[in-house]
């Protein structure tokens, strides 16, 4: 055998190995859900959906939009917000007026007035031109402010909040009704618990999801599978895309979120310095989502958003790199940083090589009919039935709630998405991957840690 005979050789064997450890590791984790799941019943029975918050002990909660420049509907967006049933709560939304012209859409639909109030920097920020309150919303504030970088927006919003806890609510994005309930309860529980999780759903709002947003739906069923709601609260968790609500303490003790960074990297790095400093930090994912996504409607928007989640994976463990391997960090150096740089980052590079270099090795007789068939079994079959766990996972949660249509067609999805949807992911992965790099160029991207 020729050298590229060993090479297409070796590529195959790896790929095969690669992608039925990775197979059987979703499905593992899938049925360890089913039972914990069926072990939760109670916890879901008693949750917050069956249950009203005593509105005394209710702790106060602030809602904070950096990304409202983005959002074309950010008045409906925020109008949605304030149908929250909760005793207290604010709205900081951050506008860059020289960017957009949310900030005009804002004071007309609000009859926002433009205040003078000093703001505190516990946190570092970019200058604010302007803070604007409204007197139909008296828990409504918008900052006018330079540059409106996401980490420097969330930043100014924290210096601006008034309640110990913050909730970050990205754009096209809408809160459950009783959503807020369900996340100070989880604070209430333990001050130990410094951020409280929810897993990301796609749902209909109003017109139907279509086919492409019936795929993204199966999509982050399979990313973001039920099971992830009952884990370990001191393990490391890397999931862009999630929700997220945070111990304000904690953060301006973390002195905040830093250029190039996000909520991810900000979870990376409390996990870091609750391992260093000893510290009883806990990350609680709630067993139920709270969040209602909007899906992308378009393939463009799909494939920036995902080349987005793939660069802030990237560079959330890449900013704190100093635990890859490091037993200072125990069980978190030594296996959940290693698994996540292997399968969330060079993974999907290895997988689409093998997509591309099995059917070619294959083609030029280097491998035989028996191992292309392994490497499809694998590939297509076994991630069916993942996807298919999946599902069934959620439906437990979605128990309480019948509808027959939702089932099938996330079943179709389900079986539908391993056949082209997921290997485009892959090149998508594969291409953040590749432009992390010059992502981390453009934007000055220096981490530097709270220690130095």
Aim: hydrophobic letters at 45%; a positive charge.
């Amino acid at each position: 055998m020729n050298v590229l005979g060993t090479v297409l050789l070796t590529i195959s064997a790896v790929a095969i190995v690669y992608v039925l450890f990775v197979g059987y590791d979703g499905l593992i984790k899938l049925v360890t859900s089913l039972i914990r799941i069926g072990g939760y019943s109670e916890t879901l029975q008693n949750s917050p959906r069956k249950r009203q918050l005593n509105a005394d002990i209710a702790m106060p909660v602030s809602i904070i939009m950096p990304d409202c420049d983005k959002d074309p509907n950010v008045v409906s967006s925020v109008k949605d917000i304030f149908t929250q049933d909760y005793p207290e709560f604010e709205l900081i939304l951050i506008c860059n007026s020289e960017a957009s012209n949310s900030l005009d859409k804002l004071i007309k639909a609000f009859s926002l007035v433009k205040i003078h109030q000093p703001i505190k920097k516990s946190l570092p920020m970019k200058d604010v031109r302007g803070v604007y309150r409204s007197p139909l919303h008296m828990n409504l504030t918008v900052l006018d402010k330079e540059g409106c970088e996401r980490y420097d927006a969330m930043n100014a919003g924290v210096n601006v909040s008034r309640y110990p806890i913050f909730v970050i609510l990205g754009s096209g994005i809408l809160l459950e009704k009783n959503a807020l309930t369900q996340i100070a309860m989880s604070f209430a529980r333990s001050f130990s618990v410094v951020v409280v999780g929810s897993l990301p759903r796609i749902q209909e709002r109003g017109k139907p999801l279509g086919f492409l947003g019936s795929m993204q739906e199966a999509e982050y069923l399979r990313m973001f599978p039920a099971g992830l709601t009952v884990v370990d609260k001191k393990r490391l968790s890397v999931m862009p895309g999630t929700f997220g609500a945070y111990r304000k303490s904690t953060i301006i003790k973390e002195r905040g979120f830093i250029q190039g960074g996000s909520e991810t990297e900000m979870v990376v790095r409390l996990t870091r310095d609750a391992i260093k400093k000893r510290e009883k930090y806990e990350f609680e994912l709630l067993p139920y989502p709270v969040i209602i996504n909007d899906p992308h409607r378009t393939l463009g928007e799909l494939v920036r958003q995902r080349i987005k989640w793939e660069v802030e994976t990237i560079l959330s463990l890449w900013f704190n790199k100093k635990m890859l391997f490091n037993p200072k960090y125990g069980r978190t150096g030594m296996l959940d940083t290693p698994y996540y740089w292997f399968f969330s980052i060079i993974g999907p590079f290895i997988e689409l090589l093998g997509c591309i270099v099995v059917p070619i090795a294959y083609i030029f007789g280097f491998i035989g009919l028996d191992l292309l068939m392994a490497f499809l079994a694998v590939e297509i079959i076994l991630n069916v039935v993942v996807s298919l766990s999946a599902v069934v996972s959620q439906e437990i949660l979605d128990g309480d709630v019948s509808n027959s249509e939702r089932t099938l067609r996330r079943t179709v999805c389900a079986i539908l998405n391993n056949f082209g949807y997921r290997q485009m992911m892959l090149v998508i992965s594969v291409i953040g991957l590749f432009s992390t790099g010059a992502h981390k160029e453009d934007c000055g991207c220096k981490y530097i840690h709270p220690e130095g």
